[in-house]
């Protein structure tokens, strides 16, 4: 079964815009730390955050064991509460299947080291991508609206990934 683990960069732009239940989508296990929920304290992304873990089946657990492992991965690097999703990464991975563990955030350094880890990798507009691809009730119209409102709540995309992202939602 594959583990989605969602960083707070994803968390922010997704419960910012009131979007969190796009992440049910994915078809597999949705894993926020609590470290990463403890971190998300802007609003109105944490109430969101709140009542998407309160209505949904996702997980909130650390994988300890393999905390100081991710932790010297990144070196000299802090990620804060984001550390929690590597170690997750690095206790669910599977050299034979790619599809095993996914990651899901906006951070380059999360996102390059959960890759060589052999995980999955996409952001908040994949999500969308993603939902609407997979969700026949959101339309390529509804997730356009919704991939500018992010971008206009702080997550800005350059013009040429704003239009690929608007674009692969109308394909």
């Known amino acids: 079964m594959t583990r989605i683990y969602v960083g707070p ?11 969190l239940g796009l992440l049910d989508s994915f078809d597999g296990d949705i894993v926020v730390p609590d470290p990463v929920v403890e971190a998300t304290t802007v609003e109105p992304a944490a109430t969101n955050l709140a009542e998407y873990l309160d209505g949904g089946d996702a997980e909130t657990v650390v994988d300890e064991a393999h ?17 929690t999703v590597l170690a997750g990464v690095l206790a669910h991975r599977d050299q034979s299947d790619r599809s095993a563990v996914a990651v899901v955030s906006e951070d380059r350094t999360v996102r390059r080291t959960a890759r060589g880890l052999g995980a999955e990798v996409t952001s908040s507009f994949g999500v969308v991508v993603r939902a609407t691809i997979e969700d026949k009730y959101l339309s390529p119209a509804q997730a356009k609206r919704i991939v500018r409102r992010i971008d206009q709540h702080g997550m800005h995309l350059t013009g040429e990934l704003r239009e690929r992202a608007v674009g692969e939602v109308g394909e």
């Open 9 to 19: 960069t994803s968390l922010y732009s997704l419960g910012q815009v009131g979007e």
């Open 67 to 83: 905390l100081d492992r991710a932790r010297s991965l990144l070196g000299e690097k802090d990620i804060g509460p984001a550390v």
